[in-house]
C-alpha cells in the first residue's frame, strides 16, 4: 500500500523544500522527493544551487577573493606577506564543507518540520481518484497534490559534450584540481563570469567568447559598460559577436575555432573549457506523458501566472517553469503555491526580483533598463554616483562602480536601480523594498543613512535624480 500526503514535491532545490517546508507549517502532510547524492552516495538536497551553483561558487569566490587581496593589495595596508601560494585541493574542501553544512540544514529542516524525505529520482505513475500516484525507487507514493521542482540542466555546446575534465558546465568548474594556465569560456552569462572570475584571480588566463555583439545585454547598458571596463582592467579578455565553430577536445587541452565580429577566422588553445550558454529545464524522467502534463517546445512545465499546470492539483515552479532561472524566484514561487494550496493569496512580483552577478565589481539590478524604458517610451529621469566618492568604499580600497536610479518624470516613483560595486547584492535589497512599495526617488533621498557606509551611494544616487547630489 502506497504512503498517502497531502502535497509530494519532486525535486529538493530552492523551489522544492522551500514549498515543502511552507506547505507543512500550513498544516499538510508532506513529502519531499530528491536524488541529489553526496560524494558518498547519501542525500544531498539543495539541488543545483546547493550542489553545483550557488552555493560552492560564492564560496570559491571567497576564496579567490582571499588570494587576490593578499598577492595585490594587503600591501597597500602595510601588510607583508613571503611565498603566498594556493592551494586547490584546500580551498576545494572548503568548499565541498560549506555545501555539506548546507545540505545538512535542508535535511534539518525537514525534520524540524515534519516533511517526510525520500532520496531518489520521483517520477509520475498516473492519477488516482484524489490525486497522483508518484514513484520513488521502489516506493510509490500518493499525493492529493504535487508540486514539480525539478530546476534545469546546463545547456551544451552540440559540437562539444559535456565531460566535465575538459569540456565543463558549472559542475565541472567547480571541480577544477589545479590553477589552468589559460582557461577558455564561451558565454558571457552569471555563470561564466563567476567561475571565470575565480580562475582569473588564480592566475589563469581567462578568454570568454560571447557570441552576442553587446556585453550583458540584459544589464544597463551604462553598468554593462562601468563592468566591462572594470573586467578588462583585471586581465580577462571579453571577445564580442563570435560564432563558435569546430572545438577540438583532447588528453592536453581543447581547441576552438571561432570567427570574430569583423569576420577573421581564429583558433583558441586552452587548458580547459566553460561552457556557459544558458539552461534548459530539466523534465526528463518526470514521466509527464503518463499523465498528461504539458510541455512546451523547450520542455518546460506549462504554467498560468498562479504556477498551475494544466491538470488538477498539479503545480510547478522555479527553472522548469517560465520565468527567471533565480533560486530566490524559486523560493518564492514555491512558498506562494503552498499559500494558494491553503486558500490564502500567494505573492510573486515579478518586477521587483533582483538579479546579482557576484563578480567583483559585484552587479546587482532591480526593475528596468534604461534600454528598457526608451523602447517603451516611458519619460524618466535618472541619478547616479561612483563609489569612487563614497568614504566607506575608499576606505575598503574598492571605489570602483557606481549606483544608478530610473524614476518616472512624473510621479518620481522607482523604475529601476541597477548596480555595479562592492557589495551590491546586499545594496541592492533597498531598491527591492522601495520599489515594492511604490517608492519614489525622493523617499530614498530623505531617509537617513548611516555614515560612513556603502548605502550611502544609493541615498546620493536618489539625490541625484533630481540633481542635488551632496557628495558629488
Partial sequence: MSKQFDVIVIGGGPGGY????????????????????????????????????????K???????????????????????????????TMLGRKDTVVKQNNDGILY??????????????SFVKAVDGGYEV?????????????????????????????????????????????????????????????GSVWRRLGAEVTVLEALPTFLGAVDEQIAKEAHKAFTKQGLKIELGVQVGEVKVNRKGVSVAYTDAKGAAHKLDA???????????????????AVGLKLDERGAIVVDDECRTNLPGVWAVGDVVRGPMLAHKAEE??????????????????????????????????????????SAGRAYKAGTFPFMANGRARALGDTTGMVKFLADAASDEILGVHIV??????????????????????????ICHAHPSLSEATKEAALAVDKRTLNF
Avoid at 82 to 88: E, F, G, P, R
Wanted: some cysteine.
Fill in 18 to 57: 522551500i514549498g515543502a517546508i511552507r506547505a507543512a507549517q500550513l498544516g499538510f502532510s508532506t513529502a519531499c522527493i530528491d536524488d541529489w547524492k553526496n560524494a558518498a552516495g547519501g542525500p544531498a538536497p539543495g539541488g543545483t544551487c546547493t550542489n553545483v551553483g550557488c552555493i560552492p561558487s
Fill in 59 to 89: 564560496a570559491l569566490l571567497q576564496s579567490s577573493e582571499h588570494y587576490e587581496q593578499a598577492h595585490h593589495h594587503f600591501a597597500d595596508h602595510g601588510i607583508g606577506l613571503k611565498d603566498l601560494s594556493i592551494d586547490v585541493k
Fill in 109 to 122: 529542516l525537514f525534520k524540524k518540520n515534519k516533511v517526510a524525505f525520500f532520496h531518489g529520482r520521483g
Fill in 135 to 195: 514513484a520513488v525507487g521502489d516506493e510509490v507514493l500518493t499525493g492529493k497534490q504535487v508540486i514539480v521542482a525539478t530546476g534545469s540542466s546546463a545547456r551544451a555546446l552540440p559540437q562539444a559534450p559535456f565531460d566535465e575534465e575538459m569540456v565543463l558546465s558549472n559542475d565541472g568548474a567547480l571541480r577544477i584540481g589545479a590553477v589552468p594556465k589559460r582557461l577558455a569560456l564561451i558565454g558571457s552569462g552569471v555563470i561564466g563570469l563567476e567561475m
Fill in 271 to 289: 587548458d580547459r573549457l566553460i561552457v556557459s550558454i544558458g539552461r534548459v529545464p530539466n523534465t526528463t524522467g518526470l514521466n509527464a506523458e
Fill in 333 to 374: 514561487e514555491g512558498v506562494a503555491v503552498a499559500e494558494r494550496m491553503a486558500g490564502q493569496h500567494g505573492h510573486v512580483n515579478f518586477n521587483t526580483i533582483p538579479w546579482v552577478i557576484y563578480t567583483s565589481p559585484e552587479i546587482a539590478w532591480v526593475g528596468q533598463t534604461e534600454q528598457q524604458l526608451k
Fill in 421 to 446: 560595486g562592492p557589495m551590491a547584492s546586499e545594496l541592492i535589497a533597498e531598491a527591492v523594498v522601495a520599489m515594492e512599495f511604490r517608492a519614489s526617488s525622493e523617499d530614498i533621498a530623505r
